[in-house]
């Protein structure tokens, strides 16, 4: 499916969920690693379906503010991790561990107690009700084996790494079957890279390519900072990032606009498409197209517009919706004035 030739615009995945659908004040105050089914508002008999009308009006919204490549907006999950990583095989969920979160608190994860394996699609229906009710491109995220490696109490593997392998494996025939039910770009979250960034070095990249192994379609791989809402003071610039350059991933999608990058560490990708974060999700009111066109102009010394793609820092799922909205009409704003400053 085509895209605009010049500067696509795009969400980082998830898009904030419905009242009605899911406790929002309570799940802003976690990023859940172990299944949260309390978060849910209404039955287990209906959710699908509530979780299909709600993707309904993700995808409305997304395509009323003039996105390019439409996502899911992950309504159907409690965090962008959690829902893949405890359908897997090997995984205990109810008898959970612990880990040190990036804030620096324990927080509960899932113990690994015997071989991860998936044993069936996790997002395979998720992928075809999107591609079922859009026309544009679409893009369906899927977490990321070192992420999720760190994400997990191993109580079975020799190592990490091992434990990150099998988890690679996992996501590639996944991401085989998300692209084979239509997909047009497949993003894999891996922002815990840039909180250990020597096991990153020593481990990540060859997990991301494993997960990648055979992978025809594109793929693009999502560092940040961690969620605004959740991670308030963050750092000026990237522990990792210049190594992806390594990876099989075509894209690279980053935080620009809170932190206020320097984009001078673009350079370090010269053979990457990067989506560019330009919309702050710290901040609650919203940009000016004006602010968005200036953060997007910033890029263009260190990277070709035609490797640029257009989006937010990261997931807006905090955001209260109508925020999210008025952001993402913004960017769309802000990306067509460059656009005709670029084509005369």
């Not at 096991?199 to 793929?219: C, D, P, Q, S």
């Not at 999502?222 to 991933?249: D, I, Q, R, T, W």
């Amino acid at each position: 499916m085509a895209t605009p030739t010049l500067l696509p615009t795009t969400l980082v995945g998830s898009y904030p969920q419905p009242d009605w659908l899911i406790d929002r004040a309570k799940l802003s105050k976690q990023v859940p690693r172990v299944r949260m089914a309390d978060l849910w508002l209404v039955p287990a008999a209906d959710l699908e379906a509530k979780q299909d009308e709600a993707t309904l009006l993700a995808i409305g919204e997304q395509e009323r503010a003039g996105l390019d490549i439409i996502s899911d907006g992950e309504q159907r999950r409690e965090s962008y991790s959690n829902r893949f990583a405890t359908a897997l095989e090997g995984v205990d969920t109810v008898n959970h561990g612990t880990t040190i979160n990036r804030s620096g608190k324990p927080i509960p994860v899932p113990r690994i107690t015997a071989k991860v394996r998936r044993a069936h699609p996790v997002e395979l229906h998720d992928i075809q009700f999107l591609r079922a009710n859009t026309k544009k491109p679409v893009k369906m995220t899927v977490p990321g084996p070192f992420t999720m490696t760190m994400q997990a109490q191993n109580e079975f593997y020799p190592s990490q790494e091992a434990l990150a392998m099998d988890f690679a494996a996992a996501v590639n025939a996944e991401i085989k079957d998300l692209f084979a039910a239509g997909a047009d770009v497949i993003q894999i979250d891996e922002p815990w890279m840039q909180q250990h960034p020597d096991k990153a070095r020593a481990f990540g990249v060859k997990a991301l390519n494993a997960a990648l192994e055979g992978v025809t379609g594109t793929v693009a791989v999502h560092l940040c900072f961690g969620y605004a809402a959740v991670v308030h003071e963050k750092p000026e610039g990237y522990s990792f990032l210049a190594e992806l350059e390594n990876s099989k991933a075509q894209q690279v999608s980053i935080e620009a606009a809170q932190p206020d990058l320097d984009l001078r560490v673009l350079e370090k990708l010269p053979s990457k498409t990067i989506i560019l974060g330009v919309i702050d999700l710290s901040d609650k009111s919203v940009e000016t197209p004006d602010v968005v066109a200036a953060r997007i102009r910033k890029a263009l010394p260190h990277v070709a517009a035609e490797r640029l793609v257009i989006a937010p820092d990261c997931g807006m799922k905090y955001l209260p919706r109508d925020v999210a909205y008025g952001k993402m009409q913004a960017m769309v704003a802000g990306t067509q004035i460059v656009r005709r400053e670029l084509q005369g």
